[in-house]
């Protein structure tokens, strides 16, 4: 946008000939992201989507993470890191006091996130499926999910997860998590009313294929309402609970 166009559009808000929400948009429209030369930030998705772009820390420079964090942070107030170890949450830790490292997870979280409201469950079949599960709970809490944590529920037990039926009834979505054959969501998703997002991990024997297996579990499924995302996604499963979550929480006004 030149300098005469953005002189007229602001001459036109004089004017009252244009809203202020249509001139927010606009603005929030042009450029929309930081150049830091190894990455281009980008500033401008909170506007899209609600939730600000999330950094993923694997193969990224100490200078890297702080700088791209900080451009997340002075926009939106916080950030979220996916995939980091103890190393970068030191690392992050001296420039953002106000950090926190869900170390099962492997997530930092800067900041504080969204105000928390509608309930996600995250269900796992197992324990060892757990480090997957709490990327998906603490992506949801951070964009502003309540968050039930019911674990090893799986199918080889499956009265323990009867034993949860009246928690699990009430939540807005829910996400299932499970390795071995991955026959979690299945069943979830057959005995609620809800949407289901499965998320298959690589847990599991050597037939499991490092995730291979359950995932085509998932996505063969003969149970409507189930969505699938990656193995080992738990940020993508929390990061769509969300979404949905608010839409749901939004056509309830």
Same mark, same amino acid.
């Given at each position: 946008?030149?300098?005469?166009?953005?002189?007229?559009?602001?001459?036109?808000?004089?004017?009252?000939?244009?809203? #202020?929400?249509?001139?927010?948009?606009?603005?929030?429209?042009?450029?929309?992201?930081?150049?830091?030369?190894?990455?281009?930030?980008?500033?401008?998705?909170?506007?899209?989507?609600?939730?600000?772009?999330?950094?993923?820390?694997?193969?990224?420079?100490?200078?890297?993470?702080?700088?791209?964090?900080?451009?997340?942070?002075?926009?939106?107030?916080?950030?979220?890191?996916?995939?980091?170890?103890?190393?970068?949450?030191?690392?992050?830790?001296?420039?953002?006091?106000?950090?926190?490292?869900?170390?099962?997870?492997?997530? =930092?979280?800067?900041?504080?996130?969204?105000?928390?409201?509608?309930?996600?469950?995250?269900?796992?079949?197992?324990?060892?499926?757990?480090?997957?599960?709490?990327?998906?709970?603490?992506?949801?809490?951070?964009?502003?999910?309540?968050? %039930?944590? =019911?674990?090893?529920?799986?199918?080889?037990?499956?009265?323990?997860?009867?034993? %949860?039926?009246? %928690?699990?009834?009430?939540?807005?979505?829910?996400?299932?998590?499970?390795?071995?054959?991955?026959?979690? #969501?299945?069943?979830?998703?057959?005995?609620?009313?809800?949407?289901? =997002?499965?998320?298959?991990?690589?847990?599991?024997?050597?037939?499991?294929?490092?995730?291979?297996?359950?995932?085509?579990?998932?996505?063969?499924?003969?149970?409507?309402?189930?969505?699938?995302?990656? =193995?080992?996604?738990?940020?993508?499963?929390?990061?769509?609970?969300?979404?949905?979550?608010?839409?749901?929480?939004?056509?309830?006004?």
């Amino acid at each position: 946008m030149t300098r005469k166009e953005l002189l007229d559009l602001l001459e036109l808000f004089r004017k009252n000939e244009i809203e #202020p929400a249509r001139l927010a948009d606009l603005l929030s429209e042009e450029q929309g992201f930081t150049d830091l030369g190894h990455a281009k930030v980008d500033t401008s998705r909170t506007n899209r989507t609600g939730f600000p772009e999330v950094v993923y820390c694997r193969n990224k420079t100490s200078e890297e993470l702080v700088q791209i964090t900080g451009e997340l942070y002075k926009k939106s107030g916080y950030a979220l890191l996916t995939k980091a170890n103890s190393e970068q949450y030191h690392t992050v830790q001296k420039h953002f006091s106000d950090s926190v490292f869900h170390e099962r997870a492997g997530v =930092i979280v800067v900041g504080k996130g969204l105000e928390q409201r509608g309930l996600v469950s995250v269900l796992t079949g197992g324990t060892s499926d757990i480090p997957v599960a709490e990327e998906a709970a603490v992506t949801a809490e951070v964009f502003g999910c309540v968050v %039930q944590r =019911i674990f090893d529920v799986g199918v080889a037990g499956i009265h323990r997860l009867f034993s %949860q039926r009246d %928690q699990i009834g009430r939540s807005n979505v829910i996400v299932a998590v499970a390795g071995m054959e991955g026959a979690l #969501p299945s069943v979830v998703s057959g005995l609620f009313p809800i949407p289901v =997002i499965g998320v298959p991990t690589s847990v599991g024997y050597g037939a499991n294929f490092d995730g291979m297996t359950p995932l085509l579990t998932m996505l063969n499924s003969c149970a409507p309402g189930i969505s699938v995302v990656n =193995i080992d996604n738990g940020f993508g499963a929390g990061y769509l609970a969300s979404l949905i979550n608010r839409k749901i929480l939004d056509a309830s006004l």
